[in-house]
């Protein structure tokens, strides 16, 4: 089944600015995003509930699913933007109307906590969708070079992307070989939290990649361990890792293994090609990936290509 492409943005297009996790604690932030996208000639419109807070959340379920409604059911608005992550997307899964997404194609980004409604998209819908810069954490700073040429040449280009120029440290290979497949994947925490539900893709030969922030190792020593356990690394296509941001033990006076470590040994066990320190996560440098597009990672190259455009 190939996958459903949303039209590229154009400037002058209206763009819908969403909640669906955690509150934004600092609304200017908001502001500088949309000054922004209003730069580069875009339009924008905030959504009923995205600045609410109830506790951790942005708003009820009920309400962070209205405003993604709304965005998705205005035909004015050619795309979607989600202003930050935190928690919140997984309890509003049972109740995104999935069919009107799927009628009402659109550019959709965020990643983190966002990584869970994403790929409850592509389940239901087959929609590509963006593992890219938010608008109230990346868009209301000065973008990283390759955090924007990335991100805008995906979103609104209809030609193949090909390799995305890479500066910096080389990714590492953990495991050789080659492998093509749809890139699915995301926040590592998100991609456990719906495992065995109706919500989990089919990761079968498929491009995974993962990032997390935050998570000790030992915490994401048992995330691989349930994705080994499920069977998910050894029938991947390829696996590409990013950025752990923040994955250290908090008592560093006991013994602990290292993310890269660990790495390394899932790696092993999983036998697929393995290529980590891709730039993509929670740091300023990120590459958009989009999730859903059939790609070929060459390990012993260090090197993934995108093989056909994200949009239609």
């Known amino acids: 089944m190939n996958p459903l492409k949303p039209s590229p943005l154009r400037q002058g297009d209206l763009i819908g600015l969403v909640s669906p996790a955690s509150p934004i604690a600092d609304v200017t932030r908001i502001e500088r995003g949309v000054r922004y996208l209003e ?16 506790a951790y959340l942005a708003g009820s379920d009920d309400q962070r699913v209205a ?9 004015e608005v050619r795309g979607v933007l989600c202003i930050r992550g935190g928690y919140g997307t997984p309890r509003i899964l049972p109740i995104v109307d999935y ?3 799927a009628r009402n194609p659109k550019v959709f980004v ?10 409850a998209i592509w389940k239901k819908t087959r929609l590509v969708t963006f593992h890219g810069p938010m608008l109230g954490v990346d868009m209301a700073d000065t973008m990283d070079r390759l955090t924007e040429e990335s991100f805008w040449t995906l979103v609104t280009s209809r030609t193949r992307p090909g390799r995305p120029v890479l500066t910096g440290p080389a990714p590492s290979i953990l495991s050789s070989g080659s492998g093509t497949g749809r890139l699915l994947g995301g926040n590592l925490s998100l991609i456990v939290s719906i495992l065995g539900t109706p919500f989990q893709p089919d990761f079968r030969k498929a491009v995974l990649f993962l990032e997390d922030i935050g998570e000790e190792p030992y915490r994401i020593d048992r995330m691989f361990a349930q994705l080994r356990n499920a069977s998910i690394l050894s029938r991947a296509g390829a696996i590409l890792s990013g950025q752990f ?8 006076s006991k013994p602990s293994f290292s993310v890269d470590e660990l790495l ?15 730039p993509f996560g929670h740091e300023t440098r990120k590459l958009t990936i989009p999730l859903g597009v059939r790609a070929k990672i060459d390990a012993d190259a260090g090197t ?8 239609r």
């Open 39 to 54: 730069s580069l000639g875009y339009r924008t419109i905030v959504g009923r509930h995205a600045t609410l807070a109830t």
């Open 67 to 75: 405003d993604m409604h709304e965005m998705f059911s205005m035909k």
């Open 99 to 101: 069919r009107l997404i």
């Open 110 to 119: 965020g990643y983190s906590d966002i990584t869970a409604l994403q790929l």
């Open 245 to 252: 941001s923040d994955c250290l033990p908090r008592d560093a």
């Open 264 to 278: 390394k040994e899932y790696a092993r066990l999983g036998g697929r090609p393995f290529l980590s320190g891709v």
């Open 304 to 311: 993934m290509e995108y093989l056909e455009p994200a949009v």
